[in-house]
C-alpha cells in the first residue's frame, strides 16, 4: 500500500473508531443537563433539579463586595441563626475555598444548542433503553412498593434516573457545600444559592450524609436523581428503611423521593403524558402555546388527528392538554397532559420532559415518534436569538429584554412578525425569520 494511502487509510480509521466512542459516551452520559427550555409553561413547584450548563467562558475575576472569609462569617452567623451546630458548620466548612469551575460554569452562556431531535437521540439511545429494561426486571419489587405508595408508574421513574444520572453512574463529584458556597459568595443567583447552602447544612446535621460524601453537581444537585437541597429536604425519603435517606448510595431511596416529588407535582397513575398528533393545514399555530389549554375532544374538533392506526387512550378525550410543536409547525406535534406537566416542574424545559416520557414508553417497545424533524432549519445560535430580539422590538414587536431567551414575550413577537410574513405563526424562531427582519 503507498504510503500516502496508508497515510489516509489510517485517519479514516482512527476517525471512525473516535466517531463509535463518541458515540457510546454520548449515549452513556445523563443528558438532563443538556435539554433545552424549547416551551416552557408556568409551574408552582420549584424544580427539583437545576440543570448544569457546559462551561465555556474564561472571564473568572471574582469582584465581590468583600472576601471569602468574610462573607463565610457573616453566613456563619445566619446558618447558626438557622439552628446548625458550630461545630457542624465548622467541620463542614474546613478547608473550603471559592471553586473557578463552578464560577465558569455558572457565567457560560453556550452559543450553541443541540438540535431537539439529537437531544433526543441521545436520550434514548438503545444503550440506556436496555440498561432501564435491566433495571426494570433488576429492582421489580422495590418499584412495586413504590408505585402502591406514591402512584407514580416505575417506567416514569426508571426514566428520569436514566437522565439525571444514567441510572446513578453520573452524579456529579463536587463537593455540594463548596458549590454553593461560591455560588452564594459570587454566584449570579445569591439568595438562591444562601437558601440551598442552609438546606445542605440541614441535611448533614441530619445525619442523612456526611461532608465528605455530598458530591453533586456545580450547581448543587445531588444524588441519583439529582435533587437540589430544598427538595431534598422537603420530599426525600427513606425507603430501604435503614435510617437515613440515601439519595446517593440507596436505588430504593433515590426512587421513591422521586415518586414522592412527582406525586406531589400532580402526577396520575395510569395516565398518558400525552401522544403524538398531526395538525391539519391551516390550522391556527397560535394554539400552539403552553399556557393554552383544552380538552382533547375540542383539539380533535379543530382538527388535529392521530396517526393512521393510533386511537386517543380509553378515557383521555376530557382530559385538559396543550399543543407542543418542538420544532415549530414543521415538526412533529404533541397533545400533553397532566402527567407531562408534572414531569416539568421537576426540569421546566420540554425537551426534558418529552425525553423522560418516550423513554418511559421505549422500555416497552412504545415512544416512536412518526412525524419528520426539519433537519434543514437548525437552531438559531445565542448572538443570533439575541439578534432576532433586537430586530423584533426595532421592528416595534416587543419580544422584552434581548438575553437570548425565547420566552412568553418573545414568541408572542415571533407570531406577530410570522403573521406579517404571511407565515404559520407558531412562535418558533428560525433562520427564515431572522434573514426576514433584516431585509425590512
Known amino acids: 500500500m503507498p504510503l500516502c494511502i496508508s497515510r489516509r487509510w489510517h485517519l479514516r480509521q482512527l476517525i471512525a473508531a473516535t466517531s463509535l466512542v463518541l458515540l457510546v459516551a454520548c449515549a452513556e452520559k445523563p443528558t438532563a443537563a443538556d435539554a433545552q427550555p424549547l416551551q416552557t409553561v408556568p409551574v408552582s413547584v420549584a424544580p427539583a433539579i437545576v440543570p448544569p450548563v457546559v462551561p465555556t467562558g474564561d472571564n473568572l475575576a471574582i469582584q465581590p463586595t468583600q472576601t471569602f472569609a468574610e462573607w463565610?462569617?457573616?453566613?456563619?452567623?445566619?446558618?447558626?441563626?438557622?439552628?446548625?451546630?458550630?461545630?457542624?458548620?465548622?467541620?463542614?466548612?474546613?478547608?473550603?475555598?471559592?471553586?473557578?469551575?463552578?464560577?465558569?460554569?455558572?457565567?457560560?452562556?453556550?452559543?450553541?444548542?443541540?438540535?431537539?431531535?439529537?437531544?433526543?437521540?441521545?436520550?434514548?439511545?438503545?444503550?440506556?433503553?436496555?440498561?432501564?429494561?435491566?433495571?426494570?426486571?433488576?429492582?421489580?419489587?422495590?418499584?412495586?412498593?413504590?408505585?402502591?405508595?406514591?402512584?407514580?408508574?416505575?417506567?416514569?421513574?426508571?426514566?428520569?434516573?436514566?437522565?439525571?444520572?444514567?441510572?446513578?453512574?453520573?452524579?456529579?463529584?463536587?463537593?455540594?457545600?463548596?458549590?454553593?458556597?461560591?455560588?452564594?459568595?459570587?454566584?449570579?443567583r445569591p439568595g438562591f444559592a444562601h437558601a440551598q447552602l442552609l438546606a445542605a447544612l440541614q441535611i448533614l446535621q441530619q445525619g442523612d450524609i456526611t461532608p465528605e460524601k455530598m458530591l453533586g453537581s456545580w450547581a448543587g444537585a445531588m444524588g441519583q436523581t439529582q435533587f437540589i437541597p430544598t427538595t431534598y429536604n422537603t420530599h426525600a425519603v427513606d425507603f430501604d428503611g435503614d435510617g437515613r435517606r440515601n439519595i446517593w448510595d440507596s436505588p430504593a431511596d433515590a426512587l421513591a423521593s422521586t415518586a414522592h416529588y412527582l406525586q406531589s407535582s400532580g402526577w396520575q397513575k395510569g395516565q398518558p403524558w400525552g401522544f403524538e398528533v398531526a395538525v391539519p393545514s391551516g390550522f391556527n399555530y397560535s394554539l400552539a402555546d403552553g399556557a393554552i389549554r383544552k380538552s382533547v375532544a375540542?383539539?380533535?374538533?379543530?382538527?388535529?388527528?392521530?396517526?393512521?392506526?393510533?386511537?386517543?387512550?380509553?378515557?383521555?378525550?376530557?382530559?385538559?392538554?396543550?399543543?407542543?410543536?418542538?420544532?415549530?409547525?414543521?415538526?412533529?406535534?404533541?397533545?400533553?397532559?397532566?402527567?407531562?406537566?408534572?414531569?416539568?416542574?421537576?426540569?421546566?424545559?420540554?425537551?426534558?420532559?418529552?425525553?423522560?416520557?418516550?423513554?418511559?414508553?421505549?422500555?416497552?417497545?412504545?415512544?416512536?415518534?412518526?412525524?419528520?424533524?426539519?433537519?434543514?432549519?437548525?437552531?438559531?445560535?445565542?448572538?443570533?436569538?439575541?439578534?432576532?430580539?433586537?430586530?423584533?422590538?426595532?421592528?416595534?414587536?416587543?419580544?422584552?429584554?434581548?438575553?437570548?431567551?425565547?420566552?412568553?414575550?418573545?414568541?408572542?413577537?415571533?407570531?406577530?412578525?410570522?403573521?406579517?410574513?404571511?407565515?404559520?405563526?407558531?412562535?418558533?424562531?428560525?433562520?427564515?425569520?431572522?434573514?426576514?427582519?433584516?431585509?425590512?
Open 72 to 188: 463565610q462569617a457573616g453566613f456563619r452567623v445566619d446558618a447558626l441563626a438557622a439552628g446548625i451546630r458550630p461545630e457542624l458548620f465548622d467541620r463542614a466548612f474546613a478547608g473550603v475555598t471559592p471553586d473557578m469551575s463552578v464560577i465558569r460554569a455558572d457565567r457560560s452562556q453556550p452559543e450553541f444548542s443541540r438540535p431537539v431531535w439529537e437531544y433526543l437521540d441521545g436520550a434514548l439511545s438503545a444503550i440506556r433503553v436496555r440498561k432501564g429494561q435491566a433495571l426494570l426486571d433488576q429492582y421489580a419489587e422495590t418499584l412495586s412498593a413504590i408505585e402502591q405508595r406514591y402512584g407514580v408508574d416505575r417506567q416514569a421513574l426508571v426514566a428520569v434516573w436514566g437522565m439525571e444520572s444514567n441510572f446513578g453512574s453520573f452524579q456529579g463529584d463536587k463537593s455540594v457545600i463548596r458549590s454553593l458556597a461560591t455560588l452564594a459568595y459570587e454566584g449570579r
Open 298 to 440: 375540542e383539539w380533535l374538533q379543530l382538527g388535529v388527528t392521530l396517526p393512521a392506526g393510533a386511537s386517543v387512550p380509553p378515557g383521555a378525550e376530557q382530559l385538559s392538554a396543550t399543543l407542543l410543536l418542538p420544532a415549530g409547525y414543521r415538526g412533529p406535534a404533541f397533545l400533553l397532559l397532566d402527567n407531562f406537566r408534572a414531569v416539568l416542574k421537576y426540569n421546566n424545559s420540554s425537551s426534558y420532559a418529552l425525553a423522560v416520557n418516550l423513554l418511559s414508553e421505549r422500555f416497552s417497545g412504545a415512544g416512536m415518534i412518526r412525524g419528520e424533524w426539519p433537519k434543514d432549519d437548525v437552531p438559531l445560535s445565542r448572538s443570533e436569538r439575541i439578534e432576532l430580539q433586537s430586530l423584533l422590538s426595532a421592528h416595534q414587536y416587543d419580544a422584552g429584554n434581548a438575553d437570548g431567551i425565547i420566552g412568553a414575550n418573545t414568541r408572542k413577537a415571533i407570531r406577530a412578525a410570522q403573521e406579517s410574513f404571511g407565515w404559520p405563526a407558531d412562535g418558533y424562531p428560525t433562520h427564515k425569520l431572522l434573514e426576514g427582519l433584516r431585509k425590512r
